[in-house]
């Protein structure tokens, strides 16, 4: 029996009994290839093929709650032209390919993106790459900071994700510490990472157990230690994070 060329589901045939069931079948595919969903777990620290049935729906949200990835993973599509939203809601970077062709990286932290898979490669439409979706937030403080300053402040207006280890976020200073200084990243007044200054280091290390996620309304605040550093000073800061 022959198949749709890009559902890859059966067509009628004359005389079939219970057409009843193929149509359905057909038009449960058409539901899901316009407007389903589905969220699929990562099962190892590996690549990943979805299902067939799970690669008819439109939307394809990868997760890694069992399994936490920790290197960047591709995710294998059929051959069979048609278009995705996928949104990476992992801890490391995905790339969406077909088996033996070209693909699209989408970085971590929830981004969504519109792919086309044309059977033989997967391409981003209109050109979007992961940086379509960048937000960044800088900040330079100049001289050296007193006693628990603030050196960054900012409300979100909508949704942002940070990666862990707040992977991509810049660091410097002019002049370097001569001990080991932190500076604290809060989220609404509690503390999700650090910035961290090594003795007679320029660029700063980011530590950050987990993404962060910030919605309307969230505040971030970046605060300087309770016992600052005698030389650190002219800092410059800039996170980098996703748009959702």
Not at 110 to 136: C, H, K, W
Not at 177 to 201: H, L, M, P, Y
């Amino acid at each position: 029996m022959p198949n749709s060329d890009h559902l890859n589901k059966p067509y009628l045939t004359a005389g079939q009994t219970q057409p009843d069931v193929t149509i359905n079948d057909f038009l449960d595919a058409v539901d899901d290839a316009l407007a389903g969903s589905v969220t699929v777990d990562m099962g190892a620290d590996s690549d990943l093929t979805p299902t067939a049935a799970q690669q008819l729906s439109m939307e394809l949200v990868i997760t890694d709650t069992g399994v936490l990835l920790t290197a960047a993973r591709n995710v294998i599509l059929e051959g069979f032209s048609r278009f995705h939203i996928v949104k990476n809601d992992t801890a490391q970077e995905l790339t969406f390919k077909t088996a033996a062709g070209s693909g699209v990286a989408v970085p971590a932290g929830g981004v969504r993106q519109l792919i086309f898979n044309d059977a033989a490669n997967v391409n981003s439409v209109s050109g979007q790459g992961a940086d379509a979706f960048l937000y960044e937030l800088g900040a330079f403080f100049p001289n050296k900071p007193q006693t628990s300053e603030v050196v960054l402040r900012s409300i979100f207006t909508r949704s942002i994700d940070f990666p862990s280890a707040l992977t991509g976020s810049q660091g410097y200073c002019e002049t370097t510490a001569t001990a080991e200084t932190d500076f604290d990243v809060q989220k609404n007044a509690v503390s999700v990472g650090t910035i961290r200054f090594a003795i007679a280091t320029n660029a700063s290390t980011f530590i950050a157990a987990s993404p962060i996620s910030f919605t309307a309304g969230d505040r971030l605040a970046i605060i300087a230690p309770a016992t600052p550093d005698t030389t650190l000073s002219d800092i410059y800061i800039t996170l980098k994070g996703t748009r959702v």
